[in-house]
């Protein structure tokens, strides 16, 4: 009920004790213009009927106030409701922006793990290869050179027992050597191939003085 049907209740039950009092709908006002009437209608009777007019004004003042602030509030309590709700939709938009973003290094660190260890992998078969590899060309080493060890004794022992020979027969043991030496190398024999030109260096050490005493 407005104000101002209130009053025109609380006025029309006094009319019993004060008939001179008439009843005068109140325009539509505001609640303190209503107030204001209430009060001057107090102040025109006397007794009981006054007090239940100063007592209508205050309840309706009261109210009025606690309605004003309870509207304040409701506005305050929207506002808010707006901005928390702003703060949602954003903080959903940056959740939902970091939750791509993780998602995003989730699969770049996996890309990266898996070429990591397929380069890992490939590493560790590529050093195995080389291990073996030295290992057989140490093997080898090692081989070549006891047989290079065994070929200078031999040659050795063929200075020892060397005996004097034409050098036009030298000579064609040189060109022998390296015919010999050719053939081993085409066919791979690196071991026959070191002994045909050890063969061959020798012949050379004995031509060697006789070169020397052709030039003097």
Do not use: W
Request: hydrophobic share 40%.
């Amino acid at each position: 009920m407005s104000p101002v049907g209130t009053a025109a209740v609380i006025i029309s039950g006094c009319k019993h004790h004060l008939m001179s009092a008439t009843v005068v709908p109140l325009p539509p006002t505001s609640s303190s213009e209503t107030v204001d009437f209430l009060r001057r209608m107090a102040s025109m009777v006397s007794g009981r009927n006054g007090e239940m007019l100063l007592r209508a004004a205050s309840l309706i003042e009261s109210l009025s106030q606690r309605a004003m602030s309870a509207e304040r509030l409701f506005h305050e309590a929207q506002e808010e409701s707006k901005r928390r709700a702003a703060r949602h939709e954003a903080a959903e938009l940056a959740s939902d922006a970091m939750i791509g973003q993780i998602e995003t290094l989730r699969t770049q660190l996996t890309e990266v793990t898996t070429a990591a260890t397929a380069e890992r992998i490939a590493f560790n078969a590529e050093r195995t290869k080389l291990l073996l590899l030295m290992q057989d060309a140490e093997s080898h080493i090692g081989k070549l050179t006891t047989e290079l060890e065994t070929l200078r004794a031999s040659v050795d022992s063929f200075n020892d027992t060397v005996v004097s020979v034409p050098i036009e027969a030298l000579r064609l043991a040189r060109t022998q050597f390296d015919y010999l030496s050719k053939g081993f190398a085409g066919r791979g024999d690196v071991v026959s191939q070191a002994m045909s030109e050890i063969g061959g260096f020798a012949i050379d050490q004995a031509l060697t003085p006789k070169k020397t005493a052709d030039k003097a």
